[in-house]
């Protein structure tokens, strides 16, 4: 079992940076062999993936973010990045870290957080 914990969100401008961390929590799960992602749920829109980093951290983005938004993980700290530059409003929604595998070319994800609120207005 993984307990996922995210922070780091909150109100910023168009054109603004923003770093969202998710910090894993268990008894019986060594961060490092997981594969760590972040997807997103903007009001009214189905929740879609942003991007996700393997155990060998192979990386996996969301076309809309390339560029823009990067994925990285310390494993010392059982902790997950997203470093989002150049926000838009149209990146406005509540942002979950999720936990899973990497295998085959396919990713898996098992494990959610509860959400922190990202908003891109002026």
Request: charged share 20%.
């Amino acid at each position: 079992q993984v307990q996922l914990v995210e922070s780091g969100g909150g109100l910023v401008q168009p054109g603004d940076s923003l770093r969202l961390s998710c910090a894993a929590f268990g008894r019986t799960f060594r961060f490092s062999t997981l594969a760590m992602g972040w997807f997103r749920q903007a009001p009214g829109k189905e929740r879609e993936f942003v991007g996700a980093i393997s155990a060998d951290e192979t990386t996996h983005y969301l076309d809309s973010v390339m560029g823009r938004f990067t994925v990285s993980r310390d494993n010392a700290k059982n902790t997950e990045y997203l470093q989002m530059n150049s926000l838009k409003p149209e990146d406005t929604a509540i942002y979950y870290c999720a936990a899973g595998d990497y295998s085959d070319l396919h990713w898996r994800f098992d494990y959610f957080g509860q959400g922190t609120q990202v908003t891109v207005s002026s």
